[in-house]
């Protein structure tokens, strides 16, 4: 609903506040300070809240290993000056800090994976090349030769370790016309030729020495040719690595500070969370709920945060069986006429607020009843001066809202003075002063009679008729 006709109260949550015991007290006065509504204290902890400060500090430490693995990356340990306290992110909402780590993360996460395909292509092409150089040397045959499935014969190479090679390839004599074995390092490796009936055996005897058959790629190329073009490809995939791997780095330095921060401070929500965890175990919490606007959240965490050590805090939507207290929200001009709803009873939560409306008929119906400049000026200067020794705190903002209210009131009241002309009534034609009106006209009007009924007739039926509007409106709803 539009704020100047009517309007409705602050969107509430429940706030439930976990704190060691030895700090409940410090928390309840910073609830209060803050403006909590109807703070008190809870039964003991349910399952589902110890449940909840388990599931946060989870999520924490996932954070915290975002944060570690893309520090990881950094070739040699940095000193690094942070320009603010720890405290300052400390005491932000969580969802907050979750979604700056998260989204760091995922940038971070995102460029490391282009340097996936590189090393991959650099590990594969140089473990072919180590094992393809030393059969080169003997044979230049196609790749396609070498790992061949044909109608009677088949072609592989394998490699296994050294002292099992022997045994192997002494069982394999039997069904193998050709071979060729070379040694590299402590393996050896084997390209056999065989017939496709001994295959499942062949295969078999090689798993039982755990041998490893290697993937050759199916290009009509030499040996000779394909271990020139991997070596091609070996340096185009390290230059692309080096490449990728200095705009990782840039990143990590770019936001080296930021995420030695957000570290620190996941860190010390880990460990308040784990103290409370184990205060949990031991009884030694108390629980307090509360009801705060749904916009003061924020705030009210870094309040809460900045004045306990170990707190955990958790804001839900009220349940559909509970009643929020009323919030009023109102503009600056407005607001102050809530202390004349507030006479006649404060809307439910969820109900339409009218102070907006009451604010025009108010002050107006205010303003022609008393308007004259010197009562104006007189309302207004008691309100200034003498209504604040009235009264115990004149620093509440219950009395500062009554006061305002009678400047704005008081103001009416001057404004249709000076339009009318009326200071202490007609006191100034005692002086041979004819009129002071600055609106002849509308001084005539609220003079005559019958001009000033049809007036307030009028501002009435405009009144009675936008609250019957109102009312069909909220039917509908």
Known sequence: MIPLVVNTPEAMVKLRVVVVTDESEKTFKALHRIGVLHVEQSEELTPVDREAIEKERAEVSELLTYADNILSYLPKEQKVSLS????????????????????????????????????????????LKKYLEPLARQMDVKLKDISFSGRYLFSRIFSVASEKSESLDTQLKNYLPETIVTTIENETVFFIIAKIEDLKIIESLITEAEGRLLQIPDEDLTLREFLKVSED????????????????????????????????????????LLALEKACEAKYVTLIEGWIPEANIETTTSELKGSADHVFIDTRKPQQSEEPPTKLRNLKGVKPFQVIVNLFGTPKYGEWDPTPIVAYSFAFFFGLMAGDVVYALGIILLARFLLPKLTDNPETEGFKLFQRLLYISGGFALVVGLLTGSYLGNFFEFFGIESLALAKGIKQMLEDPLSFIMLALAIGFIHVNIGHVLALIRSIE
């Open 84 to 127: 603010e306290g720890t405290d300052v992110i400390y005491t932000r909402p969580f969802n907050e800090l979750h979604d700056e780590v998260v989204a760091l993360s995922t940038r971070f996460t995102n460029l490391q994976q282009r340097t996936v395909g590189p090393s991959a292509g650099i590990k594969r092409l140089s473990e």
């Open 233 to 272: 490809k070996i340096h185009h995939f390290e230059q692309e690595l080096t490449k990728l791997n200095g705009e990782l780095l840039g990143k990590i330095n770019e936001n080296l500070d930021r995420l030695v921060l957000l570290k620190e401070a996941l860190s010390a929500e880990n460990d308040r």
